[in-house]
């Protein structure tokens, strides 16, 4: 599947059920990388605007750049104001003008995105100093996590391709960065879900078989089974670690 379109039948699960990001990471952004009121801020991959919305609550202007409709429509239905721009395009192909920005992230998205090109366009639409940070939630190891983790490996032929622990390789991003020098930080992130919210997460995955696939109702029951085994009080923990990658592009 085409990786601009494989959100577009789980929009709804995806605004509802997936993580955001925790304030001290968005902290990191101010201190690190000048967020703040003055800062016009490039997301790329903004999706349904996740990321966008913290942006925003620190007083900068955000650039929403995302090639899925469906989810650029979300993000526009949430985050419509004046601070706020939805652009039709991709992180290789933005739209935006020539250094047109202070900032540009990526959460959840950079590992979707042709590097060369997307590094080439940066650069045209960063100026100086030309901050860049990359964010991901990455599911953490906990008992709960591994036997979910197992479950996608059984019952999500897709998973493979997009597998959490391959998203956000150190040594890759370092490479991206170079030769200016690469920072990183990690925080704790979580969600608590009771049965049918944990349902509605894993359908929020692009890579969960849907309703009809040979493969769906194996992986809910699995679901169910790995619930009951690990609810407390109702609820079970999906514990991510938060990574954030930021630095500066060497601009031309």
């Known amino acids: 599947m085409d990786s601009r379109q494989r959100f577009t039948d789980r929009v709804d699960d995806y605004v509802r059920y997936r993580p955001s990001y925790p304030a001290a990471a968005v902290d990191l952004l101010v201190r690190e990388c000048a967020l703040g009121p003055s800062c016009v801020v490039a997301d790329l991959g903004s999706g349904t605007g996740i990321l966008s919305k913290l942006l925003l609550e620190r007083g900068a202007r955000v650039l929403g750049v ?35 920005v202070d900032l540009v992230t990526a959460a959840q998205a950079f590992h979707w995105f042709n590097v060369s090109e997307t590094r080439r366009e940066m650069t045209r639409i960063l100026r100086t100093p030309g901050f860049v940070a990359l964010i991901w939630n990455n599911r953490a190891a906990s008992p709960f996590n591994d036997d979910y983790e197992r479950m ?11 597998r959490e622990r391959d998203r956000a390789p150190e040594d890759k991003i370092r490479a991206f960065f170079a030769p200016a020098p690469m920072h990183s930080a990690r925080f704790d992130n979580a969600q608590h879900f009771d049965e049918a919210g944990l349902l509605g997460r894993l359908r929020s995955s692009s890579y969960a078989p849907q309703p009809g696939h040979p493969l769906h109702e194996p992986i809910v ?20 670690d938060t990574l954030v990658y930021w630095g500066r592009l060497q601009l031309a």
Do not use: C, W
């Open 66 to 100: 995302e090639p899925n409709a469906a989810m650029r429509a979300a993000a526009e239905r949430d985050l419509v104001g004046e601070r706020f721009e939805s652009q039709d395009g991709s992180a290789e192909a933005t739209t935006l003008a020539d250094a047109s």
């Open 221 to 240: 029951a699995r679901l169910k089974e790995i619930f009951a085994r690990h609810a407390k009080g109702g609820s079970v923990e999906l514990a991510y």
């Open 152 to 162: 996608l490996d059984e019952f999500a032929p897709d998973y493979a391709a997009v």
